[in-house]
């Protein structure tokens, strides 16, 4: 449901508060420094890999991408071999795509339309449900136990009509991962959200890099001084910070300019109408531990994902959703031609991605002062060294956890602040 009338009155003072202010908020911790070896040093790039991508829930699909029972898509952004299908019982479930005979892909097309998923090396066939059904020369095996063959499972739930992926058995149910976020974004109507684009594109930079310059608007009249910096207020920016690492920015649009002008769109789109005043008269973005960035208003629901693609290079993938469009109107925030290259806005936030990789790589930098607007980096990075685990950590690039339960939502001191 949309924020009620208290919290939407909560947000406005806290806007005025923010732009109020002549230092960062009574309490809030000085931050120290980001160390440098974060977006440089293999050993770290190596632990994210083992830990924040094995543990977290990533978005791996849209139900569009697997429309009806026996459609399958193998998708491999986070560097294991996955596939997605759409079981006869109508459950969405996720397998290793790696058969349990001698480790060949039992699927080699991008996507499709199969009853049942038989490796092309020997023959052993799986069901939708990721049981060993057959094997090839069955005569020729002694003792073989096919209910204990099967496709690994890979941990699948859904939101809406989003499907995420989990590697990790012991980790929390999505609902509980998403944790409030989860009953804020049910005015968005994320189950009947349609997928209108997705395109992916190669970056020449750590993946935090690219990601970092989506999780504050620091740099908005810097970088934005002709496209975002006129319709943003961020001296009015909220940041909220959430469990497990996500967080939340509000920003007001100036007085004078309207929504439209943030995220233009065709007015054959259809509105979302459950959609509250917040969203409608501010820009409300939200970032996903990890790798989750996404703006959210009536018309669309359009996040950014970003994967690590090595140390120094990553994939920026751009997701368009909305509820309905007329034929040959679909909607791509992000790109321009179909796919063929990015917006103005991330041209705009991409295009120094390169150069500051090289330049973290130098002698002379030894890590990152971040201000107060920017919070929400450091507090993905807090979470990030507990889910990998803060002792796996070498100290020297360790964050130290500064930013305490307090701060952390449902808890604000700024609102106290306000009242003083």
Request: net charge negative.
């Amino acid at each position: 449901m949309p924020m009620s009338s208290q919290e939407v009155e909560s947000l406005r003072a806290l806007m005025e508060f923010e732009a109020s202010r002549s230092a960062p908020p009574e309490g809030f911790p000085v931050l120290p420094d980001i160390p440098a070896g974060r977006y440089t040093d293999q050993r770290f790039f190596n632990l994210e890999i083992k830990h924040v991508w094995r543990k977290s829930w990533l978005l791996a699909a849209h139900i569009d991408e697997l429309p009806e029972p026996g459609s399958f898509l193998l998708w491999d952004n986070a560097g294991q071999p996955v596939l997605l299908v759409h079981a006869a019982d109508g459950s969405i479930n996720a397998f290793y795509n790696t058969c349990s005979h001698r480790g060949a892909p039992v699927v080699t097309e991008r996507s499709g339309h199969r009853k049942r998923f038989t490796c092309p090396y020997h023959g052993w066939s799986y069901s939708d449900r990721g049981e060993l059904v057959a094997v090839r020369d069955p005569q020729d095996f002694r003792d073989l136990d096919l209910s204990t063959r099967g496709l690994a499972p890979v941990r699948c739930e859904r939101f809406g009509n989003l499907v995420f992926v989990n590697f990790d058995p012991e980790a929390p149910a999505l609902l509980d991962w998403l944790g409030p976020i989860a009953g804020e974004w049910e005015e968005f109507q994320f189950d009947n959200c349609r997928l209108a684009a997705r395109h992916v594109f190669d970056l020449d930079c750590n993946w935090k890099i690219a990601m970092e310059a989506n999780t504050e608007v620091y740099h908005v009249r810097s970088i934005h001084q002709q496209t975002v910096a006129p319709v943003l207020d961020d001296r009015r920016n909220v940041n909220t910070l959430y469990p497990n690492g996500h967080g939340r920015m509000v920003a007001p649009t100036p007085k004078g300019k309207v929504t439209l002008d943030i995220m233009p769109v065709s007015p054959d789109i259809a509105e979302i109408d459950t959609v509250g005043e917040v969203a409608r008269t501010c820009t409300l973005s939200y970032g996903l531990f990890p790798n989750w960035v996404s703006p959210l208003s009536q018309w669309l629901l359009p996040p950014i994902l970003f994967w690590p693609n090595g140390i120094d290079k990553c994939r920026m993938e751009t997701w368009t959703m909305a509820p309905q469009w007329k034929d040959g109107l679909k909607p791509d925030l992000w790109t321009e031609n179909d796919g063929a290259e990015l917006c103005q806005v991330l041209q705009e936030d991409t295009q120094f991605g390169e150069k500051i990789q090289k330049s973290m790589q130098s002698y002379g930098f030894q890590g990152v002062p971040l201000s107060y607007q920017e919070s929400r980096i450091y507090h993905w990075n807090q979470a990030a060294d507990r889910i990998i685990g803060i002792d796996n950590i070498p100290p020297e690039l360790r964050v130290a956890q500064v930013i305490g339960d307090e701060w952390i939502y449902p808890n604000d001191p700024r609102i106290a602040q306000i009242s003083d």
